[in-house]
């Protein structure tokens, strides 16, 4: 492989890498702070994609003339706020009422939630796959030379760019950031010092949720063909790249992600290519069996 | 229990029946006798993700692979070299396809078996959630390889398979298992698993060898799928990957969760309803003067397998038959409403 094509399969890498860094994101605070996996945080993923299906019709006549480039801003924002919505919804209807329970009557109910997303979604949507609008003209870019990227992949990385600064800031600066990291370090301490436990889970049930949305929104504008299935796969591999990251780590998440989408894109590149999807569970059963604190995760001790 | 003794009486008189009621089978109507066969074949299955699930705590999502390699691997040998068998042994009657039946049946099971090995060792290191995901992920594994399979079909399935499934066999099967599982568990060395599922480090603590535990429920619950496998196949004459694909696994997770978890007479009882409810939705979707809404809802049963598994976490998560564990706050304590705190809670 020469060193251009090295190059653009890097490219091509990193930019799967970023949704998945995105959706990973959310699995990584849920577990954060509830140590809980998420089932259904693919699913959401989907529903983003199809939010803005269906509100870019109703939203981008409003953006005509100079205004046009916000057109689909605006359907990202309010597709996040969406999916936020649903986010919070389903940990109050589906989650919060077993909080108390073992951890595998949750797990059950997340497949549960994430199944209801998964064939409801069939059934409102319909099963066939659609065709997202394009939002913005996909054209590849002058003056790159050999190398191929397209404005839509480079919109993607800076909107995944500025999200991951989002959040960095929400977490490590706002006071519901230092409450979430506070709950994920030592719940009874954090509510012993004033943190309202609801809230702060709520809060990142959205944050997490929104990322998705926004993931669904940009994987649909690079691969157009979007149907109520769609979740499934990119949500365990980025659940895999949650775990690559170490679980629970917010920039090992994004760095998984990354890690995950250049892997998968070279061995989809190479003689291998019909194993490409396989590779995301061999990785996972790799990490869980030597290092399953995963990157940069800590290896927690288990008190007897 | 009061049944002990008269186990190995109820195993032989459930053979008999099996048999008896085989010759008549052919006074059935063909679907009705099709479902009946269906429904053994899924209290095998049942049962069998019962011991992974139930009995050891091992919580596998992925039991329709193992069902898959015992279809396709007793359906391969007994396609391709069946003939030679019958030659071999001198004609084709009720004795040779017996034992040729019986023959493939084992190996789809022991095929199965080895997976269940190679599954349920990364178990070893896995808990709950992780267990949960690579199990899935080796449910697809395992269908993504049989489908790359051009010798036996690959996505096109495999057809052509001899109707060898009657009453009598999957019956007798389903006898075997429950008798095998029902003994296993009543026995000194069964209690092992309830213990690797109720506090492993303290079976440990008292020398429970709990590596040993896990890996020989998910090797017999592999067996018993791949048998199931096996008599599915010759009962449908026809295969297909997408046929054992996640949500067959999860049709029977929801018996095990239904029946309680850790309950053979529960997950039984559960199969034989979920099996029943399942082709009466598909009736269901047919009648027309029902408004359309739910006669799609019925068409799209998985929507229903979701809200059902939902509402039973949320109402009634033993299942029917299951039983609460017995540990930490009684279950009638008083309401007091307070914010639970996450599990990870010191």
Known sequence: MSSTEFIQQLINGLSLGAFYALIALGYTMVYGVLRFINFAHGDV???????????????????????????????????????????????????????????????????????????????????????????????????????????????????????????????????????????????????????????????????????????????????????????????IKAFVAAVLGGIGNIPGAAVGGLILGVVETFVGGSVFSTYRDAIAFALLIVILLFRPAGIFGRTQVEKV | MNYRHIKKWLLLAAIIVSAVASQFSGAINAYYLQIIIFIGINIILAVGLNLINGYTGQFSLGHAGFMAIGAYVSAYLSTEHGAGFFRAIGGTNFFSISVLFTGVLIAGGLAAAVAGLIVGVPSLRLKGDYLAIVTLGFGEIIRVLIQNTDAVGGPRGYSGIASYTTLFWTYSIVAITIYVVVSLIDSTYGRGFLTVRDDEIAAEAVGINTTRYKVTAFVLGAFFAGIAGGLYAHSTTYINPSGFDFQRSIEIVIMVILGGMGSTAGVTFAAILLTLLLEYLRFVSGYEWLPEIIRRIAANRVIIYSLVLIALMLLRPQGLFGQLPRRGLPIGSARVKRTKLPPHAA
């Open chain 1, 45 to 235: 993923f989907m529903i983003g994609a199809f939010c803005g299906y269906y509100l870019s019709p109703r939203v981008l006549p409003y953006f005509t003339g100079g205004l046009t480039p916000l057109g689909p801003v605006a359907v990202l924002i309010l597709t996040m706020l969406a999916c936020a919505l649903l986010g919070i919804a389903i940990e109050k209807l589906a989650y919060r009422p077993l909080r108390s329970r073992p951890k595998l009557t949750v797990l059950i109910t997340a497949i549960g939630v994430s199944l209801f997303l998964e064939y409801g979604g069939q059934f409102v949507f319909g099963a066939d796959p659609k065709s997202f609008p394009e939002l913005m003209p996909d054209r590849a870019l002058e003056g790159t030379g050999a190398l191929t990227i397209t404005t839509t992949q480079l919109a993607a990385f800076i909107v995944t760019i500025i999200l991951l600064v989002a959040l960095t800031f929400i977490v490590k600066r706002t006071r519901l950031g230092m409450a979430m990291r506070a709950l994920s370090n030592n719940p009874t301490a954090a509510a012993l010092m004033g943190v309202n436990i609801d809230t702060v889970i709520s809060f990142t049930f959205g944050l997490g949720s929104a990322l998705a949305g926004a993931a669904g929104i940009l994987f649909a504008l690079s691969y157009p063909s979007i149907d109520p299935l769609m979740g499934l796969l990119p949500g």
